[in-house]
């Protein structure tokens, strides 16, 4: 019942300006605030595929209980320029409190009942500031309203931006809170104080979050082709890898099908390796990945989904590639697919995958996407939750054969550089030794040699969360869903008119239809709900487990489900 | 040390890709003996096409990669693991047809392995048909009114993109292949080299190739990237054969 509270206070603020303006960085530090104090927090960006101008906006909700995912109904807004208060008019509370640039206010000022002019670019200039702390003016503004004292806010400001000029930024913060201190506007009557706090809580996105578990399960090789919303895994992990303790290395090759190709030979090699795409990146990939299926190489592949078809909408969010990735590669060959709906899971999924892929030598898929993939929020990242799992030793005795019938499936596994090792890997059907073969009673032992392995995979996993139930275990109403609309599900749930039961799916492949068909058989409603028009995990369910969905809310217009939006629609099925 | 596989080999009786594997085991074998390499290092890496199948006749680690796919993959396995000697064959239709792209990257990024060209330019294992290195008016089933388009000039390409070891050679010639293959392999960083495999079944040049080929004079100036371009893309009756241009640079991986 922890995700279904009603009492909860929660509140959002908004950060608006254009391309350039530094609103992400600003959400991104307001965010550090609010985790300083011990609150929960979600940020979302929300940006068009323009480097300069265009509409940038920062969401972050925060909680001093736990949060899944951002409101849209804005308690403070903080706006840069007009354009700012004009497209978020609507998502206002009723009381909420607008601080606009001053230049801007004479065009905006009727437009609500707390537009309150903010001579944040004056401030800036006065310190001798650059334009991109224009926001900090608009944070110390904000602390007021939230019942911050003076004191507090430029320490917390100070703090949070000690490696962009503290001192500077704790100054221009004072001035945004001294500007609207004698003004009468209305309070957040909670205040905003500090709360205990778990000090592991950190602020990441679940692209960064994957990067870290990488690390913690020992990655050595990062090779990718830039493309949004996957690039930022390559940013991270290139900027690690300038540490030599590190000994890891990151390459960026001509296209994403060297990338793929390139990373089979770096596990043949027999070092540790992932690489990282958009599902349309993920679409060139397609032979190497059966390839990788074949040859049985240990390859973790991140799949962050936007909008498609084709080209689609690449700045925004889709569900839409479920069942492409579930059926990628031509062929059929066992394969790991983890589609995680938050920080915490983004960083269990990519340790989790990098050590199972080795242990079973077969390819890895995180499917995440742009809503998680460059949302920030409160996780505590636990490399103790990461499964162990290393490739099976050749024992150096007799002759090695790459693709050794073992009984479990799994051959030892030797790499090239091995004294009295022959090792072979190859892209055609072989035999054992590794030399291509069309005998029919050899390709087939070798197809149930490598399901052999997913059946083992399947065993060991049923001991993990594969399938998360939570919420009201006896009702007989369920919720179901996967990978980002956790978060808006769990916010709507807080909502809902009557208790339900939560049911995530986090494990693709191997699917644990035990544990759906228990969670789910004989409920008397299944809502599901998903980013995509289909509802591709309905169709998964149904074929796993037979059971149907009674009620499908689908969301496919490229944007995140809204928590308030998503609860009124539940509310209406219940 | 023994250098086949049970394999039966399936290349036409006479093709010169047989005569290739010789030279290659035979490089394999000298080096091993002169100290320069330790078999367990060496990875034979090759494409899809005739030439691929060079790695079922081979008792080396090898790499079977995909179609055109096999320069990216060697650039993995070598930057995966510096201590390997990765020699990545390939094919016409394998590097310059499908896969072209990452020929050329990893010979500007100066890849520490060798690339070996069957060039037989034509689509054997497809029965025929023309690659980007065919000669204009070459019929196979799909250009059966003679390809329309001028081939491409391999080394030239090559030369182009900053490879730092560049040769040619002649199949048949099995002991200037050999050595031409030893030295390719003791360079240090991306080495080409085209070998003329006449397709004994779809595009026989043998009768061509038996007296024109040339090697070049022994004081070839081959640090001279315009004495090699100019040599590469001279007409003649002759073919030259042979290194045209060998310099020093750092590897990609030494780099990293």
Redesign the interface.
Known sequence: MENQKNSQIIRTIGIGGAAGDGIREAGLHLAEIFNKLGYHSFLSFDYPSVIRGGHNFSRLSVSSEKISGDHSEIDVLIAVNAESVRLHLDELKEDAVVFVEQAYFDEVKDMGKHIIALPMADFTKEQSARPVARTTVGLGALSFVAGLTPEKNHELVSAAFQDYGGDLNGALADKGFKHVEGQNLPKWEEGTREVPRDERMEIIDSNRAIAKGFLAAGLQFYIAYPMTPSTSILHFLAKEALNPERKLKTIQPEDEISAINMAIGVAYSGKKVATGTATGGFALMQEAFSFAGVSESPLVVVVSQRQGPATGVPTNTSQGDLQFVLHSGHGEFPRIVIAPGDAEEAYLAAGNALNLAWKYQIPAIILVDKQISESSQTAILDAAKIVSGSAKPWTHEGKYERYQLAEDGISPLASPGTENAVVKLTSYEHDEFGIATDDPEMVKKMMDKRFKKSETLALELSQYDMIKVSGDLSSDTALLFWGSSKGAVLEAAKQLKKPVKLVQILWMEPFDSAHASEALAGMSKIISIEGNHNGQLSALLREKTGIDTHHKILRYDSKPFDPSELASKINALL | MELA???KISWCPGCPNATILVAYRKAITELCAEGKLKI????S?AG?GCHG?I??YL????????HG?VV??????????R??EVVAFTGDGDSFSE?F??LL?AAERNVGISVFLHNNETFALTTGQATFLSPKGFKGPSTPGGDTDEPMNPLLILLAMGATFVARTYALDIEGTKRIMKDAMNHKGFAFVEIIQPCITFFDTREHFKDSVEWLPVDFPRQDLTAAMNKVREVSEKTPVGIFYQIQKPTFEER?
Do not use: Q
Request: charged residues 20%; aromatic residues 2%; neutral net charge.
């Open positions: 596989t049970k394999s367990e290092n060496l990875v890496a899809i199948k790695t079922d008792n080396t680690n090898t790499f079977e990669a995909l796919r990216s993959s060697a650039t993995g396995i070598k930057v995966g693991n201590d390997l896969g792209s990452h990257h990293m």
